[in-house]
């Protein structure tokens, strides 16, 4: 008797309507996790089992109903509309679902997907939790938000863990946001953006003029673009600047990064070392690797410092502080880092340029809590009678106009105008090139040689750090706010002072000028180096801070 195919076919709507609600539902859920997998890990790990889930659950499902419908003799006719159906309706799930995939790689540029905090400043390819801040404050901005705590990579090496300090040194809580996270990763549009500029420099017409004479010398600026453009492998420097022991710390609201680098001996005195302009954290690696571990370059364990090395506000990874006005001050953010955030009871400081500011107003601020600073500059006295001065300290006052008058353009540049500077080195990779690399040689002890004392790739690291983070604007605030007097001006510091000067620095005040300011226990003309003391002359800044500080250690007998 032949089969009745009313119900049959009320029966295959049925399942056509199962078929279409379950294959919308199981392609909304891929979708979502695609999309979800798409900022937590590499697309095709989360992509593929998924659709092979999907795929082998409908091969099972049209399985199912060919069976039934043989059983139940089901004319041919309708066994094949039913298979037809079937596939009209896996198939779009599938095109669908793999061109979702295919739209995700497209909106998403560069070589990987990571983290939420790859650039914290969102330059082109960077994947971020908020949106860049402005280049100069608003009125009244919220505090930025601190960097969110990260998920580790593969591939990526582990922060070292902290040795415990001791018990005078032994924080209550650190508060902070340890990373084994790239704080950078470029991405290869980013690069390429880069390179491109490099190669479509507009260069200006040439002067009839020889070298370095009215300026960066253009034959040595077109060969470093040339090289930074082509040859320079900015990704092996950046695994190395992600290799570093990075970390962040809210600051009720305010982010700080800091590279951490604990101490060989459990007796450790903590010291933060301040870097200047136009300077990064990386220029003083060096010397917080041989701080941090002296027997590796023959020192003695026991004058090993615990070392913080704070990126300074608006510098790379640390983003500027949200008000001109109203804001905590350098110096204040980093006392509560090392004394509020890191637990420390008491520690040392060290600084160079705007890094020798920052130290003294932080001694000045709270010499309850430093045992004493360590400078490569001098802040002028607060006032001083004319008639007062001896013969070198005029002598000194003189060589100090002299320089401002020969050298001093980018000082009353960034005092005054900063902002009308700023756009183009922004803009221009080649013209932020110009403006730092001649200070790397007038400032540094090269002799006029920059290769004698700075690698090509160690100056083309530190332009691409100012370049990929976009604050070469931000890194002008220091300078403009001093000029406005809305920094604080050093008076009189009363903890022990060390003051080490390089003979190829900007200045070189006698003891008399600096003991004006200072409580100064220590005075120390280098044989060598400049400006750029860490990186110049690493082993001998080294000796001198430990020796310093040697005696002013917490609970530490004399030793010779």
Request: hydrophobic share 40%; charged share 20%.
């Amino acid at each position: 008797m032949g089969l009745d195919t009313a119900p049959v076919g009320l029966l295959l709507l049925l399942l056509a309507g199962l078929l279409v609600l379950g294959t919308a539902t199981g392609f909304w859920d891929v979708a979502v996790s695609v999309h979800a997998a798409t900022l937590e890990r590499r697309l095709g790990r989360a992509l593929m089992p998924r659709f092979l889930a999907g795929f082998s659950v409908g091969t099972v499902a049209g399985a199912c109903l060919g069976a039934l419908m043989t059983m139940l003799r089901v004319p041919v006719s309708l066994h094949i509309g039913a298979v037809a159906l079937l596939v009209a309706l896996a198939t779009p799930a599938a095109v669908g679902t793999l061109a979702y995939a295919a739209f995700l790689t497209a909106v998403t540029p560069g070589r990987r997907l990571g983290p939420p905090t790859v650039d914290r400043l969102g330059r082109p390819g960077a994947l971020r939790a908020a949106a860049p801040p402005p280049p100069w404050p608003r009125p009244s901005p919220s505090p930025p938000p601190c960097a969110p705590p990260r998920t580790p990579r593969a591939g990526t090496r582990p922060t070292p863990q902290p040795t415990p300090p001791p018990p005078e040194h032994r924080p209550a809580e650190e508060r902070t946001v340890p990373t084994t996270t790239p704080v950078i990763e470029v991405s290869d549009a980013g690069l390429e953006d880069l390179r491109a500029r490099l190669r479509a420099t507009r260069w200006p017409e040439p002067w009839p003029v020889d070298g370095w004479e009215a300026g960066t010398d253009t034959a040595e600026l077109r060969r470093l673009v040339a090289y930074w453009a082509s040859d320079y492998d900015w990704r092996t420097h950046e695994a190395a600047v992600n290799a570093l022991p990075s970390r962040f710390a809210d600051i009720d609201g305010t982010p700080v990064h800091y590279l951490r680098y604990d101490a060989e001996h459990p007796d450790a005195l903590p010291i933060v070392l301040t870097h200047g302009w136009p300077s990064t954290v990386l220029e003083l690696t060096a010397l917080a690797e041989r701080l941090a571990a002296p027997s590796r370059h023959g020192g003695d364990a026991r004058d090993a410092f615990t070392v913080i090395v704070p990126s300074l506000p608006g510098f790379a990874f640390s983003p500027q502080r949200p008000a001109l006005t109203g804001a905590e001050q350098t110096h204040e953010l980093w006392h509560r880092l090392m004394h509020g955030h890191l637990g420390f009871r008491q520690y040392a400081a060290h600084g160079g340029d705007l890094g020798a500011g920052i130290t003294s107003r932080l001694a000045e601020a709270h010499p309850e809590s430093v045992v004493g600073i360590h400078l490569l500059a001098a802040a002028a006295p607060a006032g001083h009678d004319p008639a007062s001065l001896t013969p070198e300290e005029q002598a000194h006052l003189a060589s100090a106009a002299a320089w401002q008058t020969e050298e001093g353009g980018y000082l009353h540049q960034q005092n005054t105008r900063p902002l009308t500077l700023a756009p183009a080195l922004s803009d221009s990779p080649a013209g932020l090139l110009s403006w730092i690399l001649e200070k790397y040689r007038a400032w540094s002890d090269c002799g006029g040689d920059l290769p004698s004392r700075f690698s090509d790739d160690f100056l083309l690291t530190q332009a691409s750090l100012y370049w990929f983070t976009g604050t070469i604007s931000t890194s002008f605030r220091p300078y403009y706010e001093y000029a406005r007097h809305l920094t604080r001006r050093v008076r009189r510091v009363d903890v022990p002072t060390a003051l080490a000067l390089f003979p190829a620095d900007l200045s070189l005040p006698p003891r008399s000028w600096a003991e004006r300011t200072y409580h100064l226990t220590r005075y120390t003309r280098m044989p060598r180096g400049g400006h750029f003391a860490a990186h110049e002359e690493p082993a001998l800044l080294a000796d001198d801070i430990t020796a310093f500080f040697r005696d002013l250690r917490p609970h530490r007998p004399h030793r010779p």
